[in-house]
Antibody, heavy 121, light 108 residues
Framework: EVQLVESGGGLIQPGGSLRLSCAAS????????MSWVRQAPGKGLEWVSL???????YYADSVKGRFTISRDNSKNALYLQMNSLRAEDTAVYYC???????????????WGQGTLVTVSS | EIVLTQSPGTLSLSPGERATLSCRAS???????LTWYQQKPGQAPRLLIY???SRATGIPDRFSGSGSGTDFTLTISRLEPEDFAVYYC?????????FGQGTKVEIK
């Protein structure tokens, strides 16, 4: 059974850093396109970052230069390092599995339950 | 960036009625890269439709998708109580991938 479990969210002051983790089971993270998608309170979905199965990474303009996506193949896990956090980064962050190729890589068939990040002083 | 505009913002319908949700793109979207998700309060989104018209695994056949180019539609043929939720369209053929702002289907 495919499962994604996020952790690492919490309350952080503006300018601070946080690392989110996503533990995967039931499939191999390195074989899939993996993304982080966020949702601000009461708002819609926003794609944040993507890591290809080959390792290439992409970021939304709103987080470029501040966030870093990575994975640990030995732990079958996905991460999001978030630096220089701003109030507008406050959201539930979801880990999501895409497909195995470009045609399916951006559609998300499995999602975690999400972890809440609150940026506030 | 491709902007997806969903309409209406809210759809008030009764169980058993037909729901028609629209997703309009600011530029042409290759159908292969157009998806629909359902989200219920407090839950993660769920993939409903991919490649504009293909149902994801386990999705009932009352859900159907259609469209091409800049105009896409999600249709729920007969609303069941569990279908009242927010629906999002998404495109990922052009970077960055983008979502529509959502359509809420509420009980009338």
């Amino acid at each position: 059974e495919v499962q994604l479990v996020e952790s690492g969210g919490g309350l952080i002051q503006p300018g601070g850093s946080l690392r989110l983790s996503c533990a995967a089971s039931g499939f191999t993270v390195s074989s899939y396109y993996m993304s982080w998608v966020r949702q601000a309170p009461g708002k819609g979905l926003e794609w944040v970052s993507l890591i290809y199965s080959g390792g290439r990474t992409y970021y939304a303009d709103s987080v470029k230069g501040r966030f870093t996506i990575s994975r640990d193949n030995s732990k079958n896990a996905l991460y999001l390092q978030m630096n220089s956090l701003r109030a507008e980064d406050t959201a539930v962050y979801y880990c999501a599995r895409g497909g195995t190729g470009y045609t399916s890589g951006g559609r998300f068939d499995y999602w975690g339950q999400g972890t809440l990040v609150t940026v506030s002083s | 960036e491709i902007v997806l505009t969903q309409s209406p913002g809210t759809l008030s319908l009764s169980p058993g009625e037909r729901a028609t949700l629209s997703c309009r793109a600011s530029q042409s979207v290759t159908s292969s890269y157009l998806t629909w998700y359902q989200q219920k309060p407090g839950q993660a989104p769920r993939l409903l439709i991919y490649a504009a018209s293909s149902r994801a695994t386990g999705i009932p056949d009352r859900f159907s998708g259609s469209g091409s180019g800049t105009d896409f539609t999600l249709t729920i043929s007969r609303l069941e109580p569990e279908d009242f939720a927010v629906y999002y369209c998404q495109q990922y053929g052009s970077s960055p991938g983008t979502f529509g702002q959502g359509t809420k289907v509420e009980i009338k």
